[in-house]
């Protein structure tokens, strides 16, 4: 798995709407995005991280709901 670097000036950008990443949601591929752009992308049935295009959910509420199964699996 690939990590972004920090962001230069402690401000992280979403790729989306270019704005301050505003409650982020990070992907496995490191990327972290507006929780709003996400589901955007969900909406408009895009299946690849903005930034990179690896395949991934981008639905933050399946993301939230897969990652609460997985805590309580252990």
């Known amino acids: 798995m690939s990590v972004t ?9 979403c790729a989306v709407c270019l704005n301050e990443v505003c409650v982020g949601v ?3 591929c490191g990327h972290r995005f507006c929780r709003e752009c996400l589901r955007q992308c ?13 395949l991934h959910i981008l639905d933050p509420d399946v993301l939230e ?7 309580s699996s252990y």
């Open 42 to 54: 969900a909406d408009e049935e895009l299946e690849r991280c903005p930034k990179c295009r690896r």
């Open 5 to 13: 670097p920090p962001p230069v000036g402690g401000v992280e950008l």
């Open 26 to 28: 990070g992907l496995s």
């Open 65 to 71: 709901s897969r990652v609460e199964a997985y805590r």
